[in-house]
Every structure is written in structure tokens, then in C-alpha cells.
């Protein structure tokens, strides 16, 4: 027989006889009876697949497989999978080759263009050892869909049994035992290092007075795998309104969003709301809040909680005892390949910890910080693990999951989202990540700074698939002195509600990165110049400042002033040259017309 690898076999691959023994018992008894299934077999490293030479002599665990009597056709050995990543096109670009002469002290060359290169895809292998998701779902993709990776003529696989060697423990294993026990695939765990295997209770550790043969029995050869593709009609459904945590800002059971640029007062309001809830006071609008003290579970990686986020909370007047931080680190006690305990620290990921967060949920319920109502995720991009928010596959899985423990837990969710740099995006298109991830979202706020005071922010709709018409807010924070545990005075902001406007975030962000913004803020600034000696009419105001702007411009900017209550505008009869534009009276009072 041909070797594959001339090399020595390495002194780590003794492999414990026992254990040898009985696992080759049984992969030789399914790979070789009448009604066969096929067996994947995959490590961290190559071992496994590798013919050694030891003299005269070849060996390796591919090798005692063969000499056991293991149907090696059945064996499916995953060394390498191939992948393949999107590239981008590049538009034509200037390149500057140069190279700098010593002698005359200065670069030589011109720049160069780069031709374009259209759209590719690039191929590489990727190791097959259970570190990836990749990986996972090649495996769970040969367990469910055999058929798909047959080419013509070929037999489906009929996977029934997966053995891992030496695998290093990670949350990609944990994922994929999860799923084959839903299909009743076994999975077998063992060792070139140490004898025995691990991780799988029906499988005890051997021992010499155990039948490797009684103990190994195949798994039942009858299909396990069951779809239900059931659908739901109209007339059978029991339609429901829409439940609102907070009336026509943040809906239960659907995910909600701020977003806008940094330092815009998105987490100092989510904590606001938060504090409100604990206490059932009135929400930051003076609006009646309908619901009994809630307790809110609040999980962030941008502001410290002890020294940032509660004191924020406590500043807004919120009960401590009804806000909860989630844990940035989930601990995962196992064993080890030789059954030692050991403890494990994981990132808590909405992917792979939604279900202890949900258990978390129900016991809190049962207690006297109970109920639950709101989560706070800030920000939301931070809890995605090791999927990718910028892949819309990936952000649709995710946000589909959040969804739908919401209606399980009957929780409203509350995301903390970034703008991204780009300009001469519409606002939704603005938020960083997929657009799946701004879809999801049923009611999407943006926060921006007001042009004319950067001590107000604005909060437009951008999203509002639950009302017909929504409506925005303005807010600023007031400092709040607060004692601290070791005696000494901290300020933090508290909201005031400034009232609504009714300006679109679209129109925000189109001034905002409009050229002539400098003219426009010098224009309101002319109107209100001209009216600070009294009451004018509007048709020679308009005509005084012709050399500033057109007409449609002046007419705007007053709109603007009006909506701001900075101007006012009256009209005693509906003849158009009869209105007048005038300060509000206490804006007329002040000295040089400030404001």
C-alpha cells in the first residue's frame, strides 16, 4: 500500500488498546453490516488521515482502522474545506511607484494609474477542526442534506455517527452537539493524546469489565429527521392591537432603536425611560406611564457601569433595585479530555446565551424584582459574537432570534445603534451594519444635535411601521449633582423636555451636510436682526435681504424659526402683503435682539 507521508509517527499517537478496541468494534460493525451508514471522522490536526512509516512497517489511526475491518469507504476523513470570500471591485486609481536615490536626495518615478478590476471571489482551505462556523455547518450540512454533496450516480451519504479526535473545547462544539442530538446522530469524542472520551453521557468512560461490543450498539438506521411546514389563515387567528412599554415610542414584543451619531443623549434617554419604569412615574414627555414598576436588564460595553450608566439611572430618579447589568462574560464549567473540571470564560452573545438570558427572565419574574419589561442593548453591534452585522444573512438570523424570544418573554428591546461616516445616505441607510439590522427594527429614532444649539438634540422618526404618524422630541440634560458611597458630589445630566418639532431626519441630515449651511445660519440670524426693533412686514424683510438669499430660502429659514418659537408670524386679513414678522415678546425684550 502507498504511503502518504514519509515521516515518523509521532510519539503522541499511541492510542489506549481498550479504547482502540471497542471504537474500531463499532465503526467496523456500522460501516460493514447490510444496512451501512457512513462515519465522519475529524481532529485538529492530520493525524488522523495520515499514513506514518515505522521501518518496513506503515502505521496511524487510518491504518488501524483498516487493519480493524472498518469499511474505510464509509469514512469520511475532513482535513480542508474549501471557502470563498467576495472581492469587491476596484475603480481605476493613481499609484505612485517611486524609489529614492541616495545621491541626488529625492524620489524617482510618477505616479501611475491601476486599471480596474471588476467583482471576484477569492478561494482558500480552511483547517476542519470544529473552531468555526464554517466548519459547523459543512458538518451539520453532510448530517442533514446528503444528498446535495453526492455528485451524479453517487450514494447518498448516511451519516449516523461523527468521531472527533483531540478537539479543543469552544462554543462552535457546544452549537453542533446541540444539533445532532436533535437528528440522533452519535457523536463520538476520543483521543490520540489521552485514552477515553468525553462530553457524551451514553457512552460511559470503558473499563475492563465493560463489552466494548454491548456498549457500542449502532444507532437505529430509521429516519430521524421530521420538517413541519405548518400554515396559519386568517380566519383562525385572534387578531391583537399593538402593546406599547412607552405609547408610540417603544412597542413590546418588537425591537426598537435609537441611533444617531455619538454623544447625542441615546444612552443618557434609554436610561431616563429605564428609570422611569422602575418607579411607574411620568415618561420624559410628561406622558402618563400606564404600566406598574418594571425592572429593566440593561447590557452595555461602552460606559462604565458603576461610575457612567447607574449613576445616569439614579440621577433620572430610578429604584437601583430594578435595574440589572448584564454580564459582559458567561462562565462554562467542563471537563477536560482526562475529566478534570474546568472552567471556561466566554463573551455573552446573543447568539449563543439567549436561552440562559431567557431563564434569567423567568426567575427574576418569580421574585420580588420582578416583572421584566425592558432590555437595553448598547450597543446592539457589541452582542453579536462571531456573527457578522455587517452580513445581512447574519443580522437577519440574529435579529429574527430576538424577536422572537421578545414575544416568548413578552419584553420590549431597546437597541443603542452608530451612525457610520458616510455622507448623502438617507437616515436609515446611515445606521452602521446590514440594513437588516435598521428592517428589524419597527420603530427606529435618530438623535441629532439642533444646528442652531448644540445643547438640544432632536429625535426624529425613521422608521415608524407601527403608527400612521409619529412624532419627534426635543431634549437637553441639566447637570444633577448626586452624593456618591464615599461621601463626595459627582454631576451627571439629567433630560428636560423641550417639547416636539416636527423637522424629518432626512431634512436634518440633508441641512447638516448642505454647503450653504454657514449662509443659512447667517440668513436666520439677519431675520432676526431685523426684527429686533419691533414688528416688520414681511414683503420688505424678504426684499432687504434679497442680496443674502432667493426668496424660497427666506421663507423657509422663517419656517424654521417659527417651528423653533424664536419668531413669530401674524396676518390680520388674508391679504399675503399684509403679514408681519415679529419676536416673541420676551425675545423683544432683551437688549440687541439676543436670543
Known amino acids: 500500500m502507498n504511503s502518504h507521508a514519509q515521516a515518523p509517527r509521532p510519539s503522541h499517537s499511541s492510542f489506549n488498546a481498550f479504547t482502540q478496541e471497542a471504537l474500531f468494534s463499532y465503526l467496523r460493525k456500522i460501516t460493514t453490516d447490510v444496512d451501512r451508514s457512513d462515519v465522519v ?3 485538529d490536526h492530520e493525524d488522523i488521515a495520515t499514513r506514518y512509516i515505522d521501518g518496513d ?11 480493524a475491518g472498518v469499511n474505510l469507504k464509509r469514512c469520511h476523513f475532513l482535513k480542508n474545506i474549501q471557502c470563498e470570500v467576495p472581492v469587491p471591485a476596484q475603480p481605476e486609481h493613481e499609484v505612485v511607484f517611486q524609489e529614492y536615490d541616495l545621491e541626488t536626495d529625492e524620489w524617482i518615478g510618477e505616479p ?3 486599471p480596474a478590476t471588476p467583482a471576484t471571489t477569492r478561494s482558500f482551505e480552511m483547517p476542519a477542526s ?3 462556523e464554517k466548519v459547523k455547518d459543512h458538518l451539520l450540512k453532510m448530517c442533514l442534506f446528503p444528498k446535495t454533496l453526492c455528485g451524479d450516480g453517487e450514494e447518498p451519504l448516511r451519516v449516523r455517527t461523527v468521531v472527533i479526535v483531540d478537539q479543543r473545547e469552544n462554543r462552535y462544539l457546544d452549537a453542533f452537539l446541540r444539533e445532532t442530538a436533535k437528528l440522533n446522530i452519535r457523536v463520538i469524542f476520543t483521543s490520540l493524546v489521552a485514552p477515553g472520551w468525553f462530553g457524551n453521557p451514553e457512552m460511559p468512560e470503558p473499563t475492563d469489565e465493560v463489552d466494548a461490543e454491548a456498549d457500542l450498539v449502532p444507532v437505529p438506521q430509521e429516519e430521524s429527521l421530521v420538517i413541519e411546514f405548518v400554515g396559519t389563515w386568517g380566519d383562525e387567528t385572534i387578531e391583537e392591537r399593538t402593546e406599547w412599554l412607552f405609547d408610540q415610542l417603544i412597542p413590546m414584543t418588537e425591537p426598537c432603536g435609537f441611533t444617531g451619531e455619538a454623544d447625542t443623549r441615546k444612552s443618557t434617554l434609554a436610561l431616563t425611560i429605564a428609570a422611569a419604569g422602575s418607579t411607574a412615574s411620568e415618561w420624559f414627555n410628561r406622558a402618563v406611564n400606564g404600566n406598574e414598576p418594571f425592572s429593566t436588564l440593561y447590557a452595555g460595553t461602552e460606559d462604565s457601569w458603576a461610575s457612567v450608566a447607574l449613576p445616569r439611572f439614579r440621577a433620572a430618579g430610578g429604584d437601583k433595585r430594578r435595574i440589572c447589568r448584564l454580564p459582559l462574560e458567561v462562565k462554562v464549567r467542563r471537563r477536560d479530555l482526562n475529566g478534570n473540571p474546568v472552567e471556561l470564560s466566554t463573551p ?14 423567568d426567575d427574576t419574574n418569580l421574585s420580588a424584582r420582578g416583572p421584566v419589561k425592558l432590555l437595553i442593548w448598547d450597543p446592539l453591534i457589541s452582542f453579536f459574537g462571531d456573527k457578522d452585522y455587517t452580513s445581512a444573512a447574519d443580522a437577519t438570523e440574529l435579529m429574527n432570534k430576538l424577536k422572537t424570544f421578545q414575544e416568548e418573554h413578552h419584553v420590549a428591546s431597546l437597541s443603542i445603534m452608530h ?4 455622507a448623502g445616505q438617507s437616515a436609515k441607510q446611515r445606521t452602521s451594519g446590514s440594513h437588516r439590522i435598521s428592517d428589524a427594527h419597527k420603530m427606529l429614532w435618530t438623535f441629532t444635535l439642533d444646528e442652531d444649539d448644540k445643547n438640544v438634540t432632536l429625535i426624529t422618526p425613521t422608521k415608524k411601521n407601527l403608527l400612521n404618524k409619529a412624532i419627534g422630541h426635543k431634549i437637553t440634560t441639566d447637570p444633577v449633582s448626586l ?7 459627582c454631576e451627571y445630566g439629567k433630560v428636560r423636555y423641550l417639547g416636539t418639532t416636527d423637522k424629518t431626519t432626512d431634512g436634518i441630515l440633508q441641512e447638516k451636510e448642505s454647503p450653504d449651511r454657514g449662509k443659512q445660519k447667517e440668513l436666520r440670524e439677519a431675520i432676526l436682526d431685523a426684527l429686533k426693533d419691533g414688528p416688520q412686514q414681511a414683503g420688505k424683510v424678504t426684499h432687504d435681504l434679497l442680496s443674502v438669499a432667493s426668496a424660497r430660502t427666506i421663507q423657509r429659514c422663517v419656517s424654521q424659526l417659527e417651528q423653533a418659537g424664536k419668531l413669530v408670524k401674524t396676518s390680520p386679513s388674508k391679504n399675503p402683503k399684509d403679514v408681519t414678522w415679529s419676536l416673541p415678546d420676551e425675545q423683544q425684550k432683551l437688549p440687541g435682539g439676543e436670543f
Open 130 to 132: 470544529l473552531d468555526s
Open 483 to 489: 452624593q456618591m458611597p464615599d461621601g463626595s458630589a
Open 57 to 67: 512497517e506503515q502505521c496511524g489511526f487510518v491504518v488501524d482502522m483498516e487493519r
Open 348 to 361: 455573552f452573545t446573543l447568539a449563543e446565551y439567549i436561552g440562559q438570558l431567557g431563564k434569567f427572565i
Open 41 to 43: 471522522l475529524l481532529g
Open 112 to 114: 501611475q494609474l491601476r
Open 419 to 422: 451612525h457610520n461616516k458616510t
